[in-house]
């Protein structure tokens, strides 16, 4: 995955980038090319196209296959299931990285949220007097004036 604000080398080779053709996948992979064609046309393995529409695979590709041969083979489930399987881990990925993200923009929002606390707390005047809630009688006070001395 690319970073916001960096740019990705074009040259720079990842687990994504299309580079082996179809003969070069099925010998990584160890299936026949035409297996490789059907899981193309089943929708299982859809490896990128070139302008002349020949199929390119990445390494994430020749894993897939490895896959989806393992679960084929080993497991003993049709190539509808597999489908299936792979939708609901390409799912699974996706709702994980959706997770991540919202992690982080919560972690943001409670780091910006205590900032704001923080500042808000610093701003209070340090002159005033806690307020004490005084207890309440029943008793009744009778308030009389003083008088007034007359300075004649």
Do not use: C, F
């Not at 193309?40 to 196209?49: A, E, H, N």
């Not at 809630?133 to 300075?151: F, H, N």
């Amino acid at each position: 995955m690319d970073t916001p604000g960096r740019r990705r080398n074009p040259y720079e080779l990842t687990e994504e980038t299309p580079v082996y053709v179809i003969s070069v996948a099925a010998q990584l992979s160890g299936l026949h090319p035409q297996t490789l064609r059907q899981y193309d046309r089943l929708g299982l393995v859809s490896p990128d196209r070139t302008a002349g529409r020949g199929r390119r695979y990445s390494a994430r590709d020749i894993e897939l296959l490895r896959q989806v041969q393992a679960l084929s083979q080993d497991e003993g489930i049709n190539l509808a299931g597999i489908k299936r399987i792979i939708e609901l881990e390409n799912q699974v990925a996706a709702l994980q990285s959706r997770v991540a993200e919202m992690e982080a923009a919560l972690d943001g929002a409670a780091a910006a949220m205590q900032q704001r606390e923080a500042a808000v707390h610093a701003s209070y005047r340090r002159d005033l007097v806690p307020y004490q809630e005084v207890q309440q009688t029943s008793a009744l006070v009778v308030w009389r004036p003083k008088r007034q001395q007359s300075s004649d």
